[in-house]
T-cell receptor, first 115, second 116 residues
Framework: EAGVAQSPRYKIIEKRQSVAFWCNPISGHATLYWYQQILGQGPKLLIQFQNNGVVDDSQLPKDRFSAERLKGVDSTLKIQPAKLEDSAVYLC?????????????FGEGSWLTVV | AQKITQTQPGMFVQEKEAVTLDCTYDTSDPSYGLFWYKQPSSGEMIFLIYQGSYDQQNATEGRYSLNFQKARKSANLVISASQLGDSAMYFCAMREGSQAGTALIFGKGTTLSVSS
């Protein structure tokens, strides 16, 4: 079974530029998550989708971050314009149903450096 | 208030020894799940073990076991017979409730270093 796929793996941009990250979850997984992990910290949820609907985006900085999951499968996270403090690893994850013992599987992450 | 607390920034252990990584949690929901993940330097989060709040027995998965003390709200990870490949960051996480639509809340992590 293929895991969660993410691209690009690494990205370096200047502040005020834009960047987009792509994620393809495990086949059949209805729930998709984007987490932000700043160096030395635990991951923080940015947004959660159930199929193509948003379940939780309370911690997404909506003035600069946007995310979509149009057909309920793959997803894109965009940052525009980027700030220095957006330097982090962006982890995409998926789970079958998003409840109880349902395990969340993570991709390898997209490492963003804003200079 | 912190929902998940991992008080050990770093732990050091020798090969073949056992090590315990601490995790305490805070929730008022009677239904919750506790997870441990391993994150090597490559960055991927690898699921290790799960414990549900209603589970009567401590969870075990190979060399990993979870010391679940509900009254103390602790869920410590025990790694037996440490290996060099166990060197990584370890995160404790919690999912509150039993309904669909709840994400994991993570602690700050503990860095484990295994030496030969």
């Amino acid at each position: 079974e293929a895991g969660v796929a993410q691209s690009p793996r690494y990205k370096i941009i200047e502040k005020r530029q834009s960047v987009a990250f792509w994620c393809n979850p495990i086949s059949g997984h209805a729930t998709l998550y984007w987490y932000q992990q700043i160096l030395g910290q635990g991951p923080k949820l940015l947004i959660q989708f159930q199929n193509n609907g948003v379940v939780d985006d309370s911690q997404l900085p909506k003035d600069r971050f946007s995310a979509e999951r149009l057909k309920g499968v793959d997803s894109t996270l965009k940052i525009q314009p980027a700030k220095l403090e957006d330097s982090a690893v962006y982890l995409c994850a998926s789970s079958f149903a998003g409840q109880g013992a349902d395990t969340i599987y993570f991709g390898e992450g997209s490492w963003l450096t804003v200079v | 208030a912190q929902k998940i607390t991992q008080t050990q920034p770093g732990m050091f252990v020798q090969e073949k020894e056992a090590v315990t990584l601490d995790c305490t949690y805070d929730t008022s929901d009677p239904s919750y799940g506790l997870f441990w993940y391993k994150q090597p330097s490559s960055g991927e989060m690898i699921f290790l073990i799960y414990q549900g709040s209603y589970d009567q027995q401590n969870a075990t998965e190979g060399r990993y076991s979870l010391n679940f003390q509900k009254a103390r709200k602790s869920a410590n990870l025990v790694i037996s017979a440490s290996q060099l490949g166990d060197s990584a960051m370890y995160f404790c996480a919690m999912r509150e409730g039993s309904q669909a639509g709840t994400a994991l809340i993570f602690g700050k992590g503990t860095t484990l270093s295994v030496s030969s």
